[in-house]
């Protein structure tokens, strides 16, 4: 399987040496890697009379901090195209294929154990996988939830390949469609593509968006409140979590420089690492 991630260089810690530290202690490697320095110029690329019909809620508002976030969901796209091509290149580099592609975030934190689908509560064979995109089943507001995708490899290389590119372009069957947020966008993109979405439960990705929280007994990790919808019900298969509270000092986000002494994002993505391939290894032995 192949894991697809992108990290700001902005956002390491100044003593993180060698991606391969995410891994120690698995039986997985690190094959390609790109450090991004910063986000791309994806305005330039907006058409002069572009009519936006694609996240809308943020090229139509108002409000500058809005299209901000607009230009920012468009940024993470051209990065998910470039890393699969990334991947796509070292399986020509060696002449095998992956079976599935997992796009991850740096923001995502696993509090249990990653299944591939065949040890997915659906219980669905790799060949029948092979056209999907996973998603959990939460909070899809309208489409897919976004936060954390797995990929049959057919599907990724339907939808992945041009993901950016096709942006602006329309559609084939819905030149007008309205896609107000990433949501709808990708669930419209998969299936125009001819890709096809598949919800599971919150057990089958089991990823919260968690954050460093600076207070009284120094920094610790946290979830957001606002994304834990996917928590509601009975889940004792999962980690418990602490929620992100109004501290002090405030709350280390993605976006936030880091002090010297605070934990990186980095660690956060190592430690998510580590239980993400856990889950793998038992998926594949158990």
Known sequence: MALSSHMCHQAM????????????????SIVVKDIIDENPDVAKDIPANHIHTRLS????????????????????????QSLFHSI????????????????????????GP???????????????????????????????????????????????TRLYSDFWKPLPEEELAEAPNPEVYLSRIINARGGSVQGV?????????AVYEDGPEGYRLCTKPAYWPCGEGNHSSLDSVVFCGAAENGVIGNDHPLSDNAPSRLQRFASSIRRLFEGIRTSAHG
Not at 57 to 80: C, D, T
Not at 146 to 152: I, N, P, S, V
Not at 201 to 209: F, S, V
Request: with cysteine.
């Open 114 to 160: 990653f299944r591939l689908p065949e040890d997915m509560s659906i219980k669905m064979n790799r060949a029948d996988a092979d056209n999907k995109v996973f998603h959990k089943l939460c909070s899809t507001w309208g489409g897919v939830n976004d936060k954390t995708l797995l990929f049959g490899r057919t599907a990724a290389e339907k939808v992945l």
């Open 57 to 80: 809620q943020y090229f139509l508002s108002p409000k500058e901090s809005q299209r901000l976030v607009g230009i920012n969901i468009i940024a993470r796209f051209s990065h998910m």
């Open 13 to 28: 810690s100044k003593d993180w040496k060698d991606p391969e530290s995410l891994l120690e202690g698995t039986t997985a």
């Open 201 to 209: 439960p919150w057990e089958d990705l089991p990823t919260t968006d």
């Open 88 to 111: 796509m290149d070292h399986e020509k580099a060696e002449g095998f294929r992956y079976d599935y592609v997992l796009h991850t975030r740096d923001d995502d934190h696993y509090i």
